[in-house]
């Protein structure tokens, strides 16, 4: 299964999801790496103020807590839309029960793909 039928697969919601979890990985990565040279920055400023240099690791862990509750709130968004994936696959069922042929493995593929990419992306450091 390549990663277009995957994609194709996923309702406009799903994609919508996958695509602000993209990106919000990205923008985590550049922060965190621009708070991993800030911290390095100061600690390179040995001689600065140390009032400063709190207001400054202060400043930097504020940050970082802001990105823990991006990331939280992320995880809450994929729960939402995996419900709404699974409900969406669950109607889908019912109505292929009225078609002429009926519903096989393949109406779970969605609720996977989705799955697939919130697991992946979730599961990087």
């Known amino acids: 299964m390549d990663i277009l039928s995957i994609?194709?697969?996923?309702t406009v919601v799903g994609k919508f999801y996958v695509f602000c979890l993209l990106v919000g990985a990205a923008y985590a990565n550049i922060f965190l790496v621009r708070a991993l040279l800030h911290l390095n920055a100061l600690r390179s400023e040995g001689g600065?103020?140390?009032?400063?240099a709190k207001s400054r690791l202060t400043?930097?862990?504020?940050?970082?807590?802001?990105?823990r509750q991006f990331h939280l709130l992320?995880?809450?968004?994929?729960?939402i839309v995996?419900?709404?994936?699974?409900?969406?696959?669950l109607r889908s069922i019912r109505y292929s029960f009225m078609?002429?042929?009926?519903?096989?493995?393949?109406?779970f593929e969605p609720c996977v793909a989705f799955a697939f990419f919130v697991f992946v992306e979730n599961s990087r450091p």
């Open 74 to 79: 992320l995880m809450l968004l994929s729960g």
């Open 99 to 107: 078609s002429l042929s009926g519903a096989s493995v393949e109406v």
């Open 48 to 52: 600065s103020d140390a009032s400063e």
């Open 82 to 89: 995996l419900a709404g994936e699974v409900f969406a696959t």
């Open 7 to 10: 994609w194709m697969s996923l």
């Open 59 to 67: 400043d930097v862990s504020r940050r970082i807590d802001n990105v």
